[in-house]
């Protein structure tokens, strides 16, 4: 059909919640004795998967590993640790 857009072969998936966790987790039990301590957040926003991890108990001082990963590719694109 003439003058018809063509839809595109593939749309781009981003990745799952759980894998933008493996990512985040592998990456800080690397940096962090143990992630016990910690509640993990994650949210998917508009420059990727956002991976926080906060102090369960508000009498700990400190804080966990923070990364922005990369919706499609799964590379970390940013990641900061608080000690």
């Known amino acids: 059909m003439p003058g018809a857009a063509l839809a595109p072969l593939f749309a781009a998936k981003p990745i799952s919640r759980e894998e933008a966790l493996h990512i985040a987790r592998t990456d800080a039990l690397r940096v962090y004795r143990g992630l016990s301590e910690y ?23 400190g804080g966990g590993p ?8 799964g590379r970390l694109l940013s990641k900061r640790y608080e000690q």
């Open 39 to 61: 509640e993990v957040h994650a949210r998917l926003e508009d420059d990727g998967w956002h991976v926080d991890y906060e102090l369960v108990s508000s009498e700990l001082q």
């Open 66 to 73: 923070h990364y922005v990963i990369d919706a499609f590719s």
